[in-house]
């Protein structure tokens, strides 16, 4: 009976490691850095034509703080003092591989309400 019960849980491990390698396969992501702005856009592969875009993130790729905020496809991301990074869902929108691209811009407050560009980038799917 012991036995029994260690081949049954040995299986159901083995198997759940199988499928949680088997999804992973599937995504994929690039990043792409200007000035100070890092984009990196996650997706998973549906065929070789099409990608599923699922999350986006800017990060600051200076290696300095900066009180600031990013823009991130449309969304922009609040005032921080450092701004570290800014993550967005893109919900899995699906767009047709190398023809889209997310774009990040960094922006850094002097302090005193005016904004600066650190750097723009559009990260492609590919």
């Known amino acids: 009976m012991i036995k029994r019960l ?3 849980a040995a299986a159901l491990v083995l198997g759940a490691a199988g499928t949680g390698l088997a999804a992973t396969q599937a ?3 690039n990043v792409d850095s200007r000035g100070c702005v890092r984009v990196y856009v996650e997706y998973e592969s549906i065929n070789d034509t099409q990608r599923r875009v699922w999350w986006a993130e800017a990060t ?3 290696s300095y703080s ?6 991130l496809g449309k969304n922009n991301g609040p005032d921080r003092n450092p701004a570290p990074s800014h993550r967005v ?6 767009v ?3 023809q889209y691209c997310v774009e990040g811009v960094a922006w850094r407050n ?3 309400g005016k904004f600066f560009e650190l750097g723009r980038v559009c ?3 590919v």
Do not use: M, P, Q, Y
């Open 6 to 8: 260690g081949t049954i």
């Open 27 to 29: 995504w994929a992501g």
């Open 110 to 112: 002097d302090g005193a």
């Open 96 to 98: 047709n591989k190398g």
């Open 123 to 125: 990260t492609r799917v």
């Open 89 to 94: 869902n893109l919900g899995g929108i699906i």
């Open 60 to 62: 600051n790729a200076c």
């Open 66 to 71: 900066w009180s600031g905020h990013f823009e």
